[in-house]
C-alpha cells in the first residue's frame, strides 16, 4: 500500500481565516513533506520532515505553519493567507529523506484564498 | 545549480502509438531520477525510477533510459492509450537530501 490521504479535498477560505491541511500515511515512512503546486507548474518543496523534526524549511511565509505531531501525521497551518496562496497543496511520504527513496504523493488539497 | 528541463511542454500521439518523452538535467551529482504522472486534479504518482548506476529500467509498457554523458534522461511508453493522457514529470534527486528537482512538465495527449 502506498497511499497518502489528505483532507479537505477543497478548501475555501478568507485572508482572516485560520485552517489547517492534514496528511496521513500509514506505510512506515519517517520523511513527510509539503509541496504547493500552481497551476500548469511542476511542484514546489515547502517543508521537509524527517524523524518528526523540520529538516528543510524552504524560506516558506510564516503564515505557513508546518507540524508533524506523529510519524504518521502532517498538518499545515493556515493563518492570513493571501489569494496568491490558491494552489494545490501536496503531501508526500518517503522512507526516509535518503538519497534513492521515493517520495510517494497524496492526492492534493485544492486550497482557494478570497 | 542544479535543474532538472524538458525539450517538450506537449506531446500528442495516437492511441497505439509508442510515446516519447524526453528531459535533460545539469547536476552530475544527481543519483537518482524518478518519472511521476500526474492526472487533472490528483496527485503526482510514481511511474518508475532509476538509479545513476544503471542506463535502462524496464517497468509494465514503461522504460526510462538515462545517458549520464549527455545528462538526458526519457520516458518510454509502449501501446500508448487514452489513460496514458496527463502530465508526465521528471525528477532528480540532487545533493541535498529529501530534495527533488522537477522538470517543468510534458502534457501528454493521445487520440483515437
Known amino acids: 500500500d502506498t497511499e497518502v490521504t489528505q483532507t479537505p479535498k477543497h478548501l475555501v477560505m478568507g485572508m482572516t481565516n485560520k485552517k489547517s491541511l492534514k496528511c496521513e500515511q500509514h506505510?512506515?515512512?519517517?520523511?513527510m513533506y509539503w509541496y504547493k503546486q500552481k497551476a500548469k507548474k511542476p511542484p514546489e518543496l515547502m517543508f521537509v520532515y524527517s524523524y518528526e523534526k523540520l529538516s528543510i524549511n524552504e524560506s516558506v511565509p510564516s503564515r505557513f505553519s508546518p507540524e508533524c505531531p506523529n510519524s504518521s501525521l502532517l498538518n499545515l497551518h493556515l493563518h492570513a493567507l493571501q489569494p496568491e496562496d490558491s494552489a494545490l497543496y501536496l503531501c508526500?511520504?518517503?522512507?526516509?529523506?535518503?538519497?534513492?527513496?521515493?517520495?510517494?504523493f497524496g492526492p492534493g488539497t485544492r486550497l482557494t484564498v478570497l | 545549480g542544479e535543474s532538472v528541463g524538458l525539450h517538450l511542454p506537449t506531446l500528442s500521439v495516437q492511441e497505439g502509438d509508442n510515446s516519447i518523452i524526453n528531459c535533460a538535467y545539469s547536476n552530475s551529482a544527481s543519483d537518482y531520477f524518478i518519472w511521476y504522472k500526474q492526472e487533472s486534479g490528483k496527485g503526482p504518482q510514481f511511474i518508475i525510477d532509476i538509479r545513476s548506476n544503471m542506463d535502462k529500467r524496464q517497468g509494465q509498457r514503461v522504460t526510462v533510459l538515462l545517458n549520464k554523458t549527455v545528462k538526458h534522461l526519457s520516458l518510454q511508453i509502449a501501446a500508448t492509450q487514452p489513460g496514458d493522457s496527463a502530465v508526465y514529470f521528471c525528477a532528480g534527486r540532487g545533493s541535498t537530501l529529501g530534495r527533488l528537482y522537477f522538470g517543468r512538465g510534458t502534457q501528454l495527449t493521445v487520440w483515437p
Open positions: 508526500a511520504s518517503s522512507q526516509a529523506a535518503g538519497s534513492t527513496d521515493t517520495q510517494y
Open positions: 506505510m512506515g515512512h519517517r520523511a
